[in-house]
Nanobody, 121 residues
Framework: QVQLVESGGGLVQAGGSLRLSCAAS????????MGWYRQAPGQQRELVAT???????DYADSVKGRSTISRANIKNTVYLQMNSLKPEDTAVYYC???????????????WGQGTLVTVSA
């Protein structure tokens, strides 16, 4: 069984920083894209940032310039460094990965359980 486990969420004051981590574990042959999404109360889940297996990145306009996504392929881990946090960044942050398990015929999309980030004014 493959799972993604996030860590690093918490309470931070506006202007502060947090670093989220997400580690994939289980029977994994390879991982393609990895990313972070977030969902604020009463709102739809939205993309925060993605990173390809080759390191190409994409960011939501709302976090561009304040956040950096990176990955350590040897650890099957993706990170999200968030700086200059704002109260509107408050949300549950979910990790996402497209991965290939041994024996599969295609990529499988997997989600983590989410980690709460709360930014106080």
């Amino acid at each position: 069984q493959v799972q993604l486990v996030e860590s690093g969420g918490g309470l931070v004051q506006a202007g502060g920083s947090l670093r989220l981590s997400c580690a994939a574990s289980g029977s994994i042959f390879s991982i393609s894209a990895m990313g972070w999404y977030r969902q604020a109360p009463g709102q739809q889940r939205e993309l925060v940032a993605t990173i390809s297996s080759g390191g190409s990145t994409d960011y939501a306009d709302s976090v561009k310039g304040r956040s950096t996504i990176s990955r350590a392929n040897i650890k099957n881990t993706v990170y999200l460094q968030m700086n200059s946090l704002k109260p509107e960044d408050t949300a549950v942050y979910y990790c996402n990965a497209e991965l290939w398990r041994p024996g599969d015929r295609g990529f499988l999309e997997v989600w983590g359980q989410g980690t709460l980030v709360t930014v106080s004014a």
